[in-house]
């Protein structure tokens, strides 16, 4: 059984900076992309940021030049560390990942992380 475990969120002023991680465990033959997604109340679920297995990385156009996505291998872990915070970044974040186990492969989810961006 494939699990992946988010951490990281909380409240933080308008400007601050947060670091999420998730990190995947069970068994595992190889993760190929991963991804962040949010969702705030009232609104769809949407992609935040992605990352290949050899470490290309796209970005949703409102994150750019803020947010950084990575990725340790060794760990099956991804990151996503969101500078510079505003109020609209308020979300529930997920970490999403595609991944194979000797049984198969498919998109896993993480249970969310709450972040919140107040004065």
């Known amino acids: 059984q494939v699990q992946l475990v988010e951490s990281g969120g909380g409240l933080v002023q308008p400007g601050g900076s947060l670091r999420l991680s998730c990190a995947a465990s069970?068994?595992?033959?190889?993760?190929?992309?991963m991804g962040w997604y949010r969702q705030a109340p009232g609104k769809q679920r949407e992609l935040v940021a992605a990352?290949?297995?050899?470490?290309?990385?796209n970005y949703e156009d409102s994150v750019k030049g803020r947010f950084t996505i990575s990725r340790d291998n060794a760990a099956n872990t991804v990151y996503l560390q969101m500078n510079t915070l505003k109020p609209e970044d308020t979300a529930v974040y997920y970490c999403?990942?595609?991944?194979?186990?000797?049984w198969g492969g498919g998109a896993y989810w993480g249970q969310g992380t709450q972040v919140t961006v107040s004065s």
């Open positions: 990352i290949t297995s050899g470490g290309a990385t």
């Open positions: 069970g068994t595992i033959r190889r993760i190929n992309a």
């Open positions: 999403n990942a595609d991944i194979m186990t000797p």
